[in-house]
């Protein structure tokens, strides 16, 4: 059987329902149903007493009140929040936020934490500074390298420079060479070729019975092995 009772001067629903969870949340319209108007910022819950349960309005975490309305809770005015160098504490409804000051606008110091990167430059590096990933690095003069500008970069010298360019002006040289020397050889093996096919057709149009006597020796030596 169910009653009703006042609650902050609210109406709220009772009743006998055995075995029901301690606290349960449930949609506002629930609450609405039984004439309870809870706040945009609470939610609507069956909570069970005793084999009993009525519904109840209660703000949301970050809101104070008693359910019907509830006000923002300034986070920002606890001193233990964002209480590292350079944090501002940002409050937001029902929340907050820390955030690093302007003098943190240089590169140099964590997002998370707003506090400076520690890494000691060598060799004239600067300051320690951070990239998009949030890792340390220096800015590194001419001729060293690494996060930290402690490894010098090797260094090609004039002279380096200059026997590259000789040994690759030898090499085109001997490939020019080695061409030019194979090229000349085929150019006079051809013209001796050339020349002696001149020599035989001219022996053979000058004196053909030497040729007919060649051929008839050629088949008489065919006719005796045979």
Known sequence: MANSFYHNTKLLYRGIEPKKRLEAIVPLSECRKVGLNCSSFAT??????????????????????????????NECNNSQLCSLPHQICINTNGSYYC?????????????????????????????????????????????????????????????IIAGMIIGFAALVIVIILVSVFYYLRWKSDKRNRQGYDEASTATLKSNPSSSKDTDRKSSTRLSNKI
Not at 139 to 152: E, H, M, N, Y
């Open 44 to 73: 609507c819950l069956n909570r069970t007493e005793n084999e009993t349960f009525y519904l109840a309005c209660q703000c949301l975490d970050g809101f104070d009140g008693d359910g019907f309305s509830c006000q923002d809770i």
């Open 99 to 159: 955030k690093c000051d302007q003098q943190t606008s240089n590169g140099s110091y964590y997002q998370h934490n707003c506090t400076k990167c520690q890494l000691a430059c060598k060799n004239g590096g600067g300051y320690c500074r951070l990239d998009k990933k949030q890792k340390p690095y220096c800015l590194c003069p001419s001729g060293f390298v690494d996060r930290d500008c402690g490894t010098r970069k090797p260094v090609i010298t004039s002279n």
